[in-house]
Every structure is written in C-alpha cells, then in structure tokens.
C-alpha cells in the first residue's frame, strides 16, 4: 500500500496536481466579454465620489439611510444606474451599501451581459446579488459557475444544455407559431438581444444579434379561451443549446463568512477518462466544476484524480498532465 496521504487528510494539500481551472472553455461557450473590458467599470460603476457631497437627494433626504439602503436594493440594474448618475449624494448613497461594492467587484461581467442583452430593466439588484452568494446550481444541487441572465438564476453549465426551466427559443419562431404580434410578445415578454461571439463550441462565430426569449417566460403570458396551449407551442419549437448559452454567463460564487471567491476548478482525472474513453458519461464528468471542498471529496470517487494524486505525492512532485489542462482548455 501507498504511503502517500489521502488526499482528504493531507496536510496544506496542492490541489493543482489533480485540479485546475478552465479558463477558455467554457469563455468559448457562453456570453463572455473580453479580457480587461470592464477595468474602467470597476473604478467607478457604483462608487461615491472622494469629493464632499454638494447635492441633496430631495424628498428622499427625509428617509432613515437603512430603510434608503433598502430601496436601492429593490431597484433594477438600469433604474440603479440611473439613480447612481442622478447627482453626488446618490451615488454617494450608492457607493455605501455593501451589495453594490460585492457586484462591482465580482459580478461586472454579468453587469454587462444584461445589460447588452437587454435584461437589465428585468433584473433587480437584490436577485443578482443573492446569485453571487449562492454556491450550489439552483436544479441539480452541484457546483454552479455560471448564471441564467433571464432569470438571474445560479445554475451549472449541464443544467444550461439541458434543464426544462432554462430552454431559450427564438422570438420570430414564437411569434410566427403563437400567431401574436411582435408588439403584444415584447410588452409580455422580458427580450433577450444576443450577444455576437462563440456558443456551445468554437466552431462557429455569430456575428448578428438574435431576438430571443425564455421558454418559462413563454409559457406565462396570458391568453384567450381559444389559444392554443403555451405548451403546444413550445412544444412545436427545437430546442438549441447554442441559444441557451446565449442567455448564460460565468458567476463566480463569493463566500459571504471568509470573503473567498470561486470561480469553480475542474478535475484533471475526468479529462483523462474522457480521452481514453470518449463517452456522454465521461464528458459531463469533465465538464462539471467544483469548490475547493466539494473537489476534495470528489477525489474519493475518482480513480485517475487519486492516481494523479498519489503519484505526484501529494502535489509534491511535478507528473504529467493531459495537453488541454496544461493549456488551461485553451
């Protein structure tokens, strides 16, 4: 036998031996922005001035601060924007309230996505903060790293491609089949533009913007006696995963007790199943993420993971890995 540590009772454990974390795959799959965009947004999106304040806040001068605090987080992203620009003592409002500092630092890529998509009247301030503070997808329980934008719903990148609550279909193919006006659909319906770039694989750029819609969205707009079934009509429509990815973006999780951030880390060992037996079961292995901690006790069910493990000797010594991990799923 081995006497190698397990890897759940190693001390200080190197988890990088066994673990690491994608960094274009799954950019190459979902609403992604480019690198550095958003570093001028984070010196000021959502922060006070260091200047003294100059202007009031009219009526709303009169409120507690706890209960105006209140009522920013109630605000949608665009109607907070607007509040935000409305004078100094609004931002300066803003900039002292603790969810808004926590989005501008972590969520500004999902701050972007919706509002290039158009979600940003949909989603208020305290729904996608609660999302950044939830670690588990939302339908199957597991490490969730990304975000559902029409629903501002924490979710896994698995339950994107394929759970009933995240369907996206196209806005023309519902309005051609439910036979409403484009007008009546968009007053209804929260509109998603999509973004240009890469979805679902790298093999295809879409560079025009679609009109899309959620399916759940789709199925609670209301309706004559003798409409047909939302349901029938959905039914009618394909299902694409490249249109769920469309309305999807990475979310890191941010723990609120110990202020750490996790993007989610992948397993080295599932990478090395799938390409030696290349299988649907082996590829939503490699596909899943993980925290810190739910990856320790994947080691246990893992074969490849431990041998990785025990033969790096605990994270000690250097051994070879799979080209896509080294390359970080570049």
Not at 33 to 53: I, M, T, W, Y
Not at 252 to 273: E, R, V
Not at 313 to 326: L, Q, S
Request: net charge positive.
């Amino acid at each position: 036998m081995s006497s190698t540590k397990s890897p759940a009772k190693a001390s200080n454990p190197k988890l990088s031996c066994a673990s690491h974390h994608i960094i274009g795959d799954f950019d190459a799959k979902v609403v992604t922005a480019e690198p550095g965009q958003h570093d001028h947004a984070r010196s000021s999106l959502f922060k006070s001035f260091d200047e003294s304040v100059s202007s009031g806040l009219g009526r709303l001068q009169r409120l507690p601060l706890e209960l105006l605090s209140s009522i920013c987080l109630l605000l949608d992203l665009q109607s907070a924007l607007n509040f935000n620009q409305a004078s100094r003592s609004a931002r300066e409002t803003i900039g002292s309230i603790p969810q808004y500092h926590r989005l501008r630092e972590h969520s500004l890529e999902c701050i972007w996505a919706l509002f290039r998509t158009g979600l940003s009247h949909h989603t208020s301030i305290s729904d996608l903060h609660a999302a950044l503070l939830t670690e588990l997808c939302v339908i199957c329980g597991s490490f969730g790293g990304f975000l559902f934008l029409p629903s501002a719903t924490r979710c896994c990148f698995a339950c994107i491609e394929s759970a009933p609550d995240f369907r996206i279909i196209s806005f023309h193919s519902l309005q051609k089949e439910s036979r409403r006006l484009a007008t009546w659909l968009k007053r209804s319906h929260p509109v998603i533009h999509s973004i240009p770039g890469s979805y679902s694989s790298r093999e295809k750029e879409y560079t025009s913007r679609r009109k899309l819609v959620s399916g759940h969205h789709a199925l609670q707009f209301p309706r004559a006696d003798h409409d047909e079934d939302p349901r029938a009509i959905l039914g009618k429509l394909p299902d694409s995963p490249v249109l769920r990815c469309m309305a999807a973006c990475r979310l890191p999780y941010f723990n609120l007790a110990t202020g750490d951030l996790q993007l989610g880390i992948s397993c080295k060992g599932s990478q090395i199943a799938m390409e030696a037996n290349f299988s649907d079961a082996n590829f939503s292995r490699r596909e899943r993420l993980y925290s810190r901690d739910g990856f320790m006790r994947h080691l246990w069910d893992c074969v490849e993971a431990k041998e990785l493990w025990a033969s790096s000797e605990g994270g000690m010594v250097e051994v070879t890995e799979p080209e896509f991990t080294r390359r970080g799923g570049l």
